[in-house]
């Protein structure tokens, strides 16, 4: 494996600090990551992911709280399962942003995010 840049494991530490049974968007996680404007990167990013490392990949959602993959595949009823065996609640292929949505406090900022 190529050892992965350190823009890709800025992303992977950072979707490590989404709490269980909360969940993020792709440009959340990019801007957290010190990556404004890159949101498919962490499509990428996670895509990469090693599976020893055990990246909680979805938790990660689009902007509006839809699940990234098409409604019915085998991806998006795999990620559904995870969420809601966190308690996340998926209606239609989407999570409420609002009840779930991870918001992080500045102590996550300053000691989980730190890079």
């Known amino acids: 494996m190529i ?5 890709v494991k800025r992303i992977w530490k950072t979707v490590v600090a989404v709490p269980k049974g909360k969940v993020a968007s792709y440009g959340q996680i990019a801007d957290l990551a010190g990556l404004p404007g890159r949101a ?9 992911a090693p599976k ?19 409604k019915g595949s085998e991806n998006a009823l ?11 609640v998926v209606l ?6 609002d009840q779930f949505g ?11 995010l730190e890079f």
């Open 3 to 7: 050892e992965p840049s350190d823009k």
């Open 40 to 48: 498919r990167l962490v499509g990428k990013a996670l895509g990469l």
């Open 52 to 70: 020893e490392m055990a990246i909680p990949w979805y938790r990660i959602l689009r902007s509006n709280g839809q699940l990234a993959f098409e």
């Open 78 to 88: 795999r990620q559904k399962g995870f969420l809601q065996d966190e308690a996340v």
């Open 92 to 97: 239609n292929n989407r999570v409420k942003l």
């Open 102 to 112: 991870w918001q992080p406090n500045l102590a996550d900022i300053l000691m989980k």
